[in-house]
């Protein structure tokens, strides 16, 4: 039996209830941080064009939903273990992948590890690229891998290791 909890307004205008024990054919997924404090939920969209499908928002402790992204495939959603950030990668399409980090007090200002990615030797534009977030390493550090192939010869596969640090900002080698 479910617990009737509070309505939700997401920024779509659709009424949720936050709930635990999300049943798999429920529209609504969760995420609760490890202390408990934040919630994440992906909620099918419904905007007047039904794209995109989906949008994730972050659920703040006074209730208030933030939109964090809104994406058309899938998502894996990672909280670190203090609950101090949450990553978000975003399966995009079949040919790219980014990943969000996202400070759960900030979530008006989520981080693409895409745009720290440094200088490779392909070109992640014109090749399919998958930038995606691992485990995470401490509370502030994560595990990033970017992979793909090049779309253009000669063709090759590639695969880096990175390791973002979310506090300050910065994509290191590990």
Not at 67 to 91: C, F, K, M, N, Q
Not at 98 to 121: G, H, N, Q, Y
Not at 127 to 152: E, F, K, Q
Request: hydrophobic share 40%; net charge negative.
């Amino acid at each position: 039996m479910r617990t009737a909890l509070p309505a939700l307004a997401l920024a779509s205008g659709i009424l949720i209830y936050a709930q635990h024990g999300v049943a798999a054919d429920d529209p609504v997924r969760r995420w609760v941080s490890p202390n408990r404090q934040f919630t994440i939920s992906s909620v099918a969209g419904h905007r007047a064009d039904d794209l995109p499908p989906y949008e994730l928002s972050l659920l703040r402790p006074d209730g208030k939903p933030v939109l964090i992204d809104e994406y058309y495939r899938a998502v894996d959603v990672l909280w670190s273990p203090d609950s101090g950030h949450v990553a978000v990668t975003d399966w995009i399409g079949s040919n790219v992948a980014d990943c969000l980090v996202v400070d759960p007090r900030r979530p008006e200002s989520p981080v693409s590890i895409t745009a720290a990615v440094p200088k490779l030797d392909v070109d992640l534009k014109n090749s399919h690229s998958y930038v995606s977030c691992g485990n995470w390493l401490s509370p502030r550090t994560i595990a990033v891998r970017v992979s793909g192939h090049t779309d253009y010869p000669p063709y090759s596969e590639f695969d880096y290791r990175f390791v973002y640090d979310a506090e300050t900002g910065r994509l290191t080698a590990p």
